[in-house]
């Protein structure tokens, strides 16, 4: 490999000096911003006293690290940060403040009732930072009702007043003026009172069932001198914003075409509840939400058929158990206690915030064709595979004769798709085998294996219908290509297959030869143009020898016995990884300067965490860029000098994993599909690949993670406390907004 330069970038910190002190940062390197909301609380924070590692030997000491659960929730204050930066176009703050509500839906639905069970299961066992089950779900509780308060006072207090500035209302029923009213009125006639249901609850009608995410309305009426209850479900399948037309508070200067009213659903309906109560006086309205436990446990090994185990978990998951109940400030204590009862609630699992709830439902607004508040469109890149291919030369010779690097969204997903419809169509290629994890709806990927097997090539795929919350796309996909003669496999006992990999075997004269794609994210067209991913193209003959392993493995009983190249989970990756770790230890030691950058979404693993520590303590300059969940503490002295931990956020969800490693300027660089979580390394199957191509290495330091390092807009630094803070350009430093940057270089040159 091309050895890197002496200074590799300015992002790239230069090598420690001897002993492993750290290089000071340069006079004008980026400035920390204090973020607009105090720290979540995580642990012990700042050390008290200083930190010996020759009491610690086995790294256990939880000063050295962070909640997992309370980083997740840090991860989605820097997400709100995006909500309430006002660079952001505004319709795209509302979308941010959606993703972290609904982001906040799925964290109680997985996490929450993780920690639930866990406490029912009378599990002890400390987390990596000191914390019981149930002091973490404490700590969860307050840290998540401290979010949701904070997202609905920037809807009121900052999104609102601006929308309506451009034109989009988001009014209040009883702030309705007579056009408005009028016409909520015919909506509620037409389209809303024919699917309402009210249930009632008394001793000849039991408790009603409230499905999961469900937006509800406690209505208590009297009967004569009896109050009752009953319970309204507000309609999932109607929009929850109402449009209403143009909004007489239109200022004059917004051109009419932008003019749109809206009010909440659940208001209207309140306005019109008496309707389902004919006799009866409705004495008050109280909303309310509820999330279950949506976590599938699947005995898998007792399952005959893992397609219908899966299928009937997916039915079953709205009859979990409710882990929070979301309610608005004005709901009496006796309606509380009827909700709290029969949904067997604990108490303390009631969040109480002010209306409107169900803030992830704000996503359709953020859908709005109003370009003028959305991020400028781009036409990514589109490289064509046949770019610099002679006359009549067919895509395969492009990718026998150099290795392809695909980088989402800033180049086009296309030639992922273009590769597979060739092999679909090459009369030369004999087998397609793939991985799917998320395809998503109207998949061009499918579509292709369709093709292929239609004209009779063999296809053998792996679906994971265990994939989270796509299980019944998932599902449907795979009763799709089974119905076209596909060799469809559900997945490994045990494991989900995260990992994502097309091999392609054709005959080329006397022999066959194999073409291989592989990424670190998934096969759909849609998320590839709002996920940053890396895709690979090779036709490098060990890389197409693991992958017929690796597909021997997840098809057969095949084991792997050896592998040339890939790292693949959960045989042997975790291993690989850290010797690769402890390789730029001995180098340290050495004189040769170790050094290694990390970019993935999350750092949990206690094996990666402890070995990234001792290679701190070594010596080793260590940049983690971790989008998500980190739970291992920077810049503690002592113990992890030299880590620099650094959040991207941005318009794009960072989403690709990147293992560089210095290796003593012959640098190795990896990429795939694994973060550096137990679950990814023990209980998937994951694939890391190397990239060997000197000039695509280099792109990978230089253009990609400097870029990365050197941002100062988009970039939050995480502190010795576990807290993070937003960097901002120095008084002579250049602005770096790192995603703006990569696209601005891959889509340019090409036009829109």
């Known amino acids: 490999m091309t050895p890197p330069p002496p200074d590799i970038a300015t992002a790239v910190a230069a090598p420690p000096a001897a002993g492993g002190a750290v290089a000071p940062p340069p006079a004008n390197a980026p400035q920390a911003v204090a973020s607009p909301r105090p720290p979540a609380g995580q642990g012990s924070g700042a050390l008290a006293e200083p930190y010996d590692p020759s009491r610690d030997p086995e790294l256990v000491d939880p000063r050295l690290y962070v909640n997992r659960e309370l980083s997740l929730l840090q991860f989605q204050w820097r997400v709100f940060d995006e909500a309430r930066d006002p660079s952001n176009p505004l319709l795209e703050r509302v979308k941010f403040l959606a993703i972290v509500a609904s982001n906040l839906d799925e964290f109680f639905m997985i996490r929450v009732a993780g920690l639930h069970q866990q406490i029912e299961a009378g599990v002890t066992d400390l987390s990596a930072d000191g914390l019981s089950p149930s002091e973490q779900l404490a700590a969860v509780r307050r840290e998540s009702l401290r979010l949701s308060r904070a997202l609905t006072a920037c809807l009121h207090e900052e999104l609102v007043p601006q929308l309506d500035a451009a034109g989009i209302h988001l009014l209040d029923y009883p702030k309705l003026n007579e056009h408005q009213l009028a016409a909520a009125r015919q909506y509620f006639d037409e389209l809303v009172f024919p699917v309402l249901t009210p249930l009632a609850f008394d001793p000849g009608r039991p408790f009603p069932h409230i499905s999961n995410l469900s937006l509800n309305l406690a209505v208590l009426v009297r009967d004569g001198e009896v109050e009752r209850f009953a319970r309204v479900k507000v309609p999932d399948t109607l929009p929850r914003l109402v449009p209403l037309g143009r909004s007489a508070r239109t200022p004059p200067e917004v051109e009419p075409v932008h003019q749109t009213s809206y009010v909440w659903l659940e208001q209207l309906i309140a306005a019109h509840v008496d309707r389902l109560f004919p006799g009866l006086e409705v004495i008050a309205v109280h909303p309310f939400h509820v999330t279950r436990d949506a976590e599938m446990a699947l005995q898998e090994m007792e399952a005959a058929d893992l397609l219908a185990s899966v299928e009937h978990g997916v039915r079953e998951r709205r009859f979990g158990s409710v882990v929070r109940l979301t309610v608005t400030p004005s709901i009496p204590d006796a309606v509380r206690e009827i909700l709290v009862e029969n949904l067997e609630l604990d108490p303390r699992d009631v969040q109480v915030v002010e209306s409107p709830l169900a803030l992830s439902s704000l996503l359709s ?30 895509l395969f010779s492009v990718i026998r004769r150099r290795d392809v690097l695909l980088h989402h969204p800033f180049d086009s997903f296309m030639p992922v798709v273009e590769f597979l419809r060739a092999a679909a169509r090459d009369p030369n290629v004999l087998a397609i085998k793939q991985t799917l994890y998320r395809v998503g709806r109207n998949s061009p990927v499918v579509e292709a294996l369709l093709e292929a097997s239609q004209n009779r090539k063999q296809v053998a795929v792996l679906v994971e219908l265990k994939a989270r919350f796509d299980e019944e796309s998932n599902i449907g996909w795979a009763k799709a290509l089974e119905a076209e003669g596909v060799h469809v496999i559900y997945g490994l006992l045990g494991l989900k297959t995260h990992s994502k990999i097309a091999l392609v075997v054709r005959r080329e004269g006397e022999r066959l030869a194999r073409y291989v794609h592989l990424s670190t994210g998934n096969y759909n067209a849609v998320t590839a143009t709002a996920y940053t991913d890396l895709g690979f193209l090779t036709s490098d003959p060990a890389i197409g020898e693991d992958a017929t392993q690796l597909f021997n493995y997840l098809t057969g009983y095949a084991r792997p016995a050896h ?73 503690i002295p002592g113990a992890t000098d030299g880590i620099r931990v650094t959040s991207v956020v941005g318009r794009f969800l960072e989403h690709s994993r990147i293992f560089w490693f210095r290796n003593a300027g012959r640098e190795e660089v990896y990429l795939g599909s694994a973060d550096l979580m137990t679950r990814n390394l023990v209980r998937r199957v994951e694939v890391l690949f190397p990239v060997t191509d000197p000039a695509l290495v280099r792109h990978l330091r230089e253009d990609v993670l400097g870029t990365y390092l050197r941002d100062n807009v988009r970039a939050r630094r995480m502190l010795p406390d576990g807290s993070y803070v937003r960097l901002a350009p120095g008084p002579d430093e250049p602005r770096v907004d790192s995603q703006a940057e990569l696209l601005a270089r891959r889509v340019a040159p090409h036009g829109a």
Do not use: W
């Open 365 to 394: 607004l953020a859908g709005l064709e109003r370009s003028d508040l959305r991020y400028p469109t781009f036409v990514p890149a589109r490289p064509t595979l046949s770019a610099d291919a002679e006359e009549d030369e067919d």
């Open 563 to 635: 592998l040339k190249k890939l790292l693949v989970a959960p045989i042997d990756l975790r291993e690989r990884v850290l010797a690769l770790i402890e390789r730029e230890v001995e180098h340290q030691r050495a004189g040769r300067h170790g050094h290694l950058i990390l970019k993935i979404n999350a750092l949990v693993d206690r094996p990666m965490t402890r070995a990234l520590v001792r290679a701190a303590q070594a010596g080793v300059r260590v940049d983690l860029l971790v989008r998500g969940i980190c739970c291992l503490r920077p810049d």
